[in-house]
């Protein structure tokens, strides 16, 4: 996968395939990278860790990707156009 992505706890909170609290989301990604310590760094200026994209599981790089407006194909990643919503209700 190319591109750089790291990701906090907070933002895989509440995505499909990972428990729903903070510590909990902690422990299952630490599953992840226990193999390869490169994966996870401390977020600079914050006690923050943050994991790479590519320690994970691709449901769950997907669910990461999709909240970035991205989506993970053989060629790297590709930014989709942001969808404009019309209002019906409006009028010009």
């Known amino acids: 996968m190319n591109g750089e992505i790291w990701v906090t706890v907070q933002e895989f909170t509440g995505l499909p395939g990972l428990p729903g609290s ?3 989301v902690r422990k299952k990604l630490e599953t992840f990278v ?3 310590a490169a ?3 401390k977020r600079e200026g914050s006690k923050a ?3 790479h994209l590519s320690a994970l599981p691709a449901e769950i790089r997907a669910a ?3 909240r970035r407006n991205q989506i993970e194909t053989s060629q790297g990643l590709i ?4 969808k404009k919503v019309s209002a019906p209700w409006r009028t010009s």
């Open 64 to 66: 990461v990707l999709k």
């Open 39 to 41: 994966l996870c760094r």
């Open 22 to 24: 903070a510590p909990n």
């Open 79 to 82: 930014t989709l156009p942001e």
């Open 49 to 51: 860790m943050e994991y």
């Open 34 to 36: 226990q193999d390869n």
